[in-house]
């Protein structure tokens, strides 16, 4: 199983930006899709964002969709997410994800070779 660290989140104001970083260990980092997920106080974990294994193919949720980018470096296994123009509303847990083949969108559906992050939080003042 793959082990994921994340690091980057902090205090942000509104229209702010922050860089999230998710470094990879354990098995073959390349081999892996990578999500990043969130959760607010009392909310489910939703999807952000992933990226297939070669970086290729992106995609977002579209609360985020034009601020947020997803990349990755395989040389260093690393992923990160740049997050721009931040809300209020983008406070959260941010967590990293790593899964065979893609990322569902249901946190719950992530499958049994998957590997979750610690979490790194996220807050945005107004």
């Known amino acids: 199983q793959v082990q994921l660290v994340e690091s980057g989140g902090g205090l942000v104001q509104t229209g702010g930006s922050l860089r999230l970083s998710c470094a990879a260990s354990?098995?073959?980092?390349?081999?892996?899709?990578m999500g990043w997920f969130r959760q607010a106080p009392g909310k489910e974990r939703e999807f952000v964002a992933a990226?297939?294994?070669?970086?290729?193919?992106?995609s977002y949720a579209d609360s985020v969709k034009g601020r947020f980018t997803i990349s990755r470096d395989n040389g260093k296994n690393t992923v990160y997410m740049q997050m721009n123009s931040l809300k209020p509303e983008d406070t959260a847990v941010y967590y990293c994800?790593?899964?065979?083949?893609?990322?569902?969108?249901?946190?719950?559906?992530?499958?049994?070779?998957?590997?979750w992050g610690q979490g790194t939080q996220v807050t945005v003042s107004s």
């Open positions: 990226i297939s294994w070669s970086g290729r193919s992106t």
């Open positions: 994800v790593a899964n065979p083949d893609f990322i569902p969108r249901d946190a719950q559906a992530m499958g049994a070779r998957s590997g």
């Open positions: 354990g098995r073959t980092f390349s081999n892996y899709a």
